[in-house]
């Protein structure tokens, strides 16, 4: 059987509005000239000259948040604790049998930016495509932000999945979850004109604190996910193993088997 592998995963570059400033990472790139005398280090004697065409090798330097480019965000993001009480579990120590599974595409592009999804659009959408969640399920939602990546309002752009839509997905068994937007939740600035006329702190990060009662892992800063069906493919998003860290880099891409 053939496959067909679909890149949902943003390149890591500098430049593009892909963060808030404090966020936005940075990379310093050595090509092989740049390094030929570092090379020469390593081996008393050597000269740059001696090198294939004077060239040493190419390599970049990365200041980086662990949740700069497409990630998955472990338990140990949203709190300190999940499944009411327990020690949150770090990106190093998320299941693997979660990283692999079964991929279902929710179509959220016509909500307003800023909405909060609730239970039932996801319930309204799982019947319009025809799926029945299953245990580990990874469920992607397409909404507004996909097509904005990189421009001036990509952190203002795509609804947010609420509390309530968060916990009708993992009650189900469902372990990931992912965004073509910048968060899970509602982008922050409609969450602080709607706290500015409420003072409600408990609308702050609703769909990410869902993890304290059920722990969970999303994938941030998706792409191409106009591109899948509603289901019928795969997802691997496997993170970077980093020590008791809260979010992982990953190289997430949707399998077909055809």
């Not at 050597?46 to 040493?56: I, M, R, S, V």
């Not at 200041?63 to 998955?72: P, R």
Request: charged share 20%; glycine share 10%.
């Amino acid at each position: 059987m053939a496959r067909r592998i679909v890149d949902l995963s943003v390149p890591l570059e500098m430049g593009i509005a892909s963060d808030p400033p404090p966020m936005l990472p940075k990379i310093q790139y050595l090509n092989h000239q740049d390094t030929a005398a570092q090379v020469c280090g390593f081996f008393p004697g050597l000269k740059e000259d001696q090198l294939p065409g004077g060239e040493g090798w190419a390599v970049e330097m990365l200041e980086v948040a662990t949740h700069c480019g497409t990630h998955l965000d472990a338990p140990y993001h949203y709190h300190s604790t999940m499944n009411n009480g327990e020690r949150a579990i770090t990106i190093d120590e998320v299941p693997l049998e979660w990283c692999f599974n079964p991929g279902v595409k929710l179509d959220f592009r016509h909500f307003d930016d800023g909405y909060i999804v609730t239970a039932a659009d996801v319930e309204a959408e799982l019947t319009r495509i025809g799926h029945d969640l299953q245990p580990l399920d990874i469920v992607v939602v397409n909404t507004s932000a996909g097509a904005h990546y990189g421009k001036a309002d990509y952190l203002a752009k795509g609804c947010g999945m609420g509390r309530e839509a968060t916990l009708y997905l993992t009650k189900r068994g469902v372990r990931v979850t992912g965004t073509d937007a910048w968060s899970w939740d509602a982008p922050f600035p409609h969450t602080a004109a709607q706290f500015a006329r409420d003072g409600d702190p408990s609308i702050i990060w609703e769909g990410h604190r869902a993890g304290m009662d059920i722990g969970y892992c999303h994938l941030e800063k998706l792409t191409n996910l106009e591109d899948l069906p509603p289901h019928g493919f795969e997802i691997s998003c496997f993170p970077f193993k980093i020590k008791a860290a809260s979010a992982g880099f990953t190289r997430a891409v949707a399998i077909f088997t055809e």
